[in-house]
């Protein structure tokens, strides 16, 4: 026999390697899929829980035990999931191109070829940034470390791929990365679980509505300085009408309910502005936006204003924030005051990182995908993680001193995102994946052009996610209560409920909260709970939310306190035991004895008037407008818009001279304008206004029209994503 071997048969030993027969590629070809999927399970994990600790340690004074195992369950999961999809896409190519490798022999070598198909794939990583810079919808909510992270684990996975397929699975370099592979994937596997058991732990589902707030309440006695715990809570962007106990006839806030009807609400309580900086400021300072300056011009709270916060630590009390909309922050200097200022919201960056974000973003509202994911991945604007901060806080605090907590819901505000058992109350099945795929814009088009962007029927699936927002909202202040009656005695606490302002759903053909001063955004709930000083009842009292800041020092201090302003004073009823004895016995009440008891030497003259004020607009949208259409007439939504009620008149006056008058009992929608039938009354209004004008202490800051601090990029980020900045 010769042992020549001839040209041909060399060239097909270079071209083909060692694995010539049918069964060597086919082993070949499976090594390289199972390792190539196996280490993108394991990178994945890798890669997600590193991305975690690292975004989770800036946090980590709230990150608790239960936050870090959400979020690295989450994170993990998400991308193991879409690593070990990319390895797959990497090794079925590899495989393919090695059991076609016998049959291309002679022409291009199909593993150079898969290798530079790979690292083009590769180099889109790397260009997605930049077209999420340009715009491109598909490129949104990846983060450039995520992109580079990845063109590097297919640059790698794809040369140690070509190097099994290539005959080298005997070699050191093939028998270390299959062992590697092997070792590693039966403990990722176990985290795997793990992580899913979290995620089903934390799943999003509906609480149970039954549950009676004061139940468990613990039984302490009062401190001997009389001082009650205080509570403030504000449920951003929350319209009124929306609320079981402010008449709504649909299922929205049953836990609200039940905690209204063993407190004082107030039916007629006005905001003195209409969006979220101006309106806490009053709320803080007792001012109004005239007053303290703060506003979309001004974006924040000069120094020399006494807030809330600071009055309350100087009486000794601990102090705390937590507010999930970024304006109540050290940015607008609203946090003055507060010993402890914390953001839950914050903590979905390390939950949320790129691929959730991309999930969230592209594929979450574009598909029919959508229904699953909002059932297992969707999550709220920072509810849950502040009840569990809240019960944190709560185990630790100083016992012997009272406590002023001020919370921040942000789950009604724009985006409308309400977790899938929340939505599916009030959105029709069929409805369902579209009231996801809806992006409802507060643009330019339809609420200063008035273009019908919407048919009826999306402006009522629109309401319906609303509403389904309020029932989550809902379940997360039923479970803060419950947290708080398991930790405090509830005769020893100060219970405020309330919102900064309300929300346009196309009302007036119009959304969000910028361009008017009509009730369905300065309308607002107020709900208070105070045994010692309040009985549960009803009363239509006209009020304001700068009443709060004397109200809460009355409260403190035991009777009431000078303030800045005349405007806001208290409404509790003087004290009528003293400090640290029994409460008075608890009843029903009617609204008119309600408002008998609430009544006392602090209480508003029955002609009492409560001013709404639209101190700036955001000058973005209108700025857009005008791009959009140069022939739109800006001037109506410019300047200050103020309107003024009395009784049941409520008079509106805009800075170009636009009146309008409305019977608020006869007409609560606002859409009879009455200016020419009742001059009179118009008139006797306007004049109520100048006078209330002239006795307000005018802000003068030098920079009230263009001061504006630079915002951090976290901040910056957020408000884009609340559609405050474009």
């Not at 999961?77 to 079925?92: E, F, N, Y």
């Not at 794809?158 to 028998?175: D, H, M």
């Not at 549960?536 to 109200?551: A, C, E, I, K």
């Not at 001279?657 to 006869?666: A, D, K, S």
Request: proline share 6%; glycine share 8%.
């Amino acid at each position: 026999m010769s042992s020549e071997v001839s040209s041909d048969e060399k060239r097909e030993l270079l071209d083909v390697g060692p694995d010539i027969t049918a069964r060597g590629r086919c082993a070949s070809a499976w090594s390289v899929l199972t390792w190539a999927i196996r280490a993108g399970l394991v990178g994945g994990l890798a890669f997600g829980l590193v991305q975690t600790v690292v975004l989770g340690w800036r946090y980590r004074a709230m990150m608790g035990l239960r936050q870090w195992a959400d979020a690295l369950s989450y994170s993990g999961l998400a991308h193991g999931i879409l690593w070990t999809l990319h390895g797959a896409v990497i090794g079925g190519a590899c495989a393919c191109l090695t059991l076609l490798s016998r049959r291309a022999r002679r022409g291009i070598a199909p593993g150079p070829v898969g290798v530079a198909v790979l690292v083009a794939g590769a180099t889109g990583f790397l260009l997605w940034p930049g077209a999420a810079v340009l715009g491109v919808p598909v490129a949104k909510g990846i983060h450039r470390t995520w992109c580079v992270v990845m063109a590097v684990y297919w640059l790698a996975a794809t040369a140690v791929s070509y190097a099994i397929a290539r005959g080298l699975a005997t070699t050191w370099v093939g028998q270390s990365a299959r062992r590697m592979a092997r070792t590693a994937f039966w403990p990722a596997a176990i985290i795997v679980i793990a992580s899913l058991a979290v995620q089903w732990f934390e799943r999003p589902r509906l609480m149970n509505p039954t549950t009676a707030w004061r139940q468990s309440s613990v039984d302490a006695l009062m401190r001997r300085d009389g001082r009650p715990n205080i509570l403030l809570v504000v449920l951003d962007t929350q319209r009124v009408d929306r609320l079981g106990c402010y008449g709504c006839d649909r299922p929205t806030t049953p836990r609200l309910d039940a905690f209204a009807a063993d407190a004082l609400v107030f039916e007629n309580c006005l905001s003195p502005a209409i969006c979220t900086l101006p309106s806490h400021a009053s709320i803080f300072t007792g001012l109004f936006p005239c007053e303290h300056g703060a506003n979309y011009n001004h974006t924040w709270l000069d120094d020399g204003f006494t807030t809330m916060a600071e009055l309350l630590l100087k009486d000794g009390y601990q102090t705390l924030a937590l507010s999930n909309n970024v304006w109540i922050s050290a940015s607008s200097n609203l946090s003055q005051g507060f010993e402890e200022v914390l953001r839950p919201s914050a903590l979905h960056q390390p939950r949320g990182n790129s691929v959730s974000e991309f999930l969230d973003r592209v594929l979450y509202p574009a598909g029919r995908v959508c229904r699953w994911l909002g059932a297992v991945t969707s999550e709220d604007a920072g509810a849950k993680t502040t009840n569990q901060l809240v019960a944190r806080w709560l185990d630790r605090r100083d016992p012997n001193r009272p406590f002023f907590m001020f919370i921040n819901y942000l789950e009604p505000h724009h985006p409308y995102r309400p977790h899938l058992p929340h939505r599916a109350v009030f959105v029709k099945p069929d409805d369902v994946d579209l009231s996801y795929r809806h992006e409802w814009s507060q643009g330019a088009e339809f609420s200063l052009l008035r273009r019908d962007c919407y048919t009826p029927a999306e402006l009522q699936l629109l309401n319906e996610t609303y509403d389904g927002e309020t029932r989550m909202l809902d379940d997360y202040v039923g479970e803060l209560l419950e947290v708080l009656a398991e930790r405090v005695a509830l005769d020893d606490t100060f219970v405020i409920i309330t919102s900064d302002h309300g929300e346009n759903l196309g009302d007036h053909h119009l959304m969000g909260h910028s361009w008017c001063v009509y009730d369905t955004l300065a309308h607002v709930p107020l709900i208070m709970s105070y045994p010692r000083r309040l009985r549960p009842g009803r009363t239509d009292r006209l009020v304001q939310l700068t009443d709060l800041l004397p109200t809460v020092m009355d409260a403190a201090r035991g009777h009431p306190v000078p303030m800045p302003s005349t405007s806001g004073r208290s409404l509790l009823p003087p004290p009528s035991t003293r400090p640290g004895a029994p409460s008075t016995a608890r009843s029903r009440l009617t609204s008119s004895a309600a408002s008998k008891l609430a009544s006392g030497p602090a209480s508003q003259p029955a002609d009492r008037v409560a001013v709404i004020e639209r101190m700036a607009p955001r000058r973005g949208p209108i700025d857009r407008a005008q791009c959009i259409d140069v022939r739109f007439d800006r001037t109506p939504f410019e300047g200050v818009l103020r309107a003024i009620r009395q009784g049941p008149w409520k008079y509106v006056v805009a800075a170009n001279g636009r009146e309008e008058l409305y019977h608020v009992v006869n007409d609560p929608a606002e859409v009879s304008n009455l200016i020419d039938a009742h001059r009179p009354i118009a008139d006797r209004l306007a004049g109520r206004l100048r006078q209330w004008l002239s006795a307000a202490q005018i802000y003068k800051g030098s920079t009230r029209l263009n001061g504006h601090r630079p915002l951090d990029e976290e901040t910056r980020r957020r408000l884009l994503d609340l559609g405050y900045l474009k």
